[in-house]
């Protein structure tokens, strides 16, 4: 905008608009973080002067090319080269331009099982396939607005595949023969 009040303006709009987004139920029934996010790089102007994708959510992909419900979070990190090279829709330096500000990532509401011990490990797949694979040029991926303990998905038709984490717990034994 031409001056600040003008600016600050059109920024508690544009807040104002996010929040009430986020708020609405899921219109699909699966989750897919990677391919909104190159969606988004792909509608974004080459005009544009300070280009940026939010991302608000967990993270936790149940479909595309990181599907966390079937392979799980230590697998696909282990795989994570051969995933993103061998993908048609990924686009070396698509957001070369681009800053991503990711909030709550890892984050999870119920049903799904926390997954704190798995943070790291989900920040670390995400910065490479930003960074490495579709060149965003700025990545803050720790961006917290505080999920509630108790809190609960959006209400929807929908649900998306959990993703289970395996941990060993006091008690868990292994036979060796």
Known sequence: AKNVNASNNNLKKLSKTINEA???PAQDYY???VGGIIEAGKIISSDSKNPA???VGSGLNDYGLLNFSEYGILEINNKIES???GSR???KDLLSNVSVFWY???DVAKPQQNINNYTNDLREIYESILINYLGARKV???KKEGV????KSVNSEFSVGQVYVEELKPGDAIDIN
């Open 22 to 24: 986020i708020k609405e």
């Open 31 to 33: 989750s897919d973080y």
């Open 53 to 55: 994708i939010v991302v």
């Open 83 to 85: 995933i993103m090279s």
């Open 89 to 91: 829709i990924v686009k």
């Open 104 to 106: 709550n990532l890892g």
């Open 140 to 142: 803050d991926l720790a």
């Open 148 to 151: 509630e303990h108790d809190a």
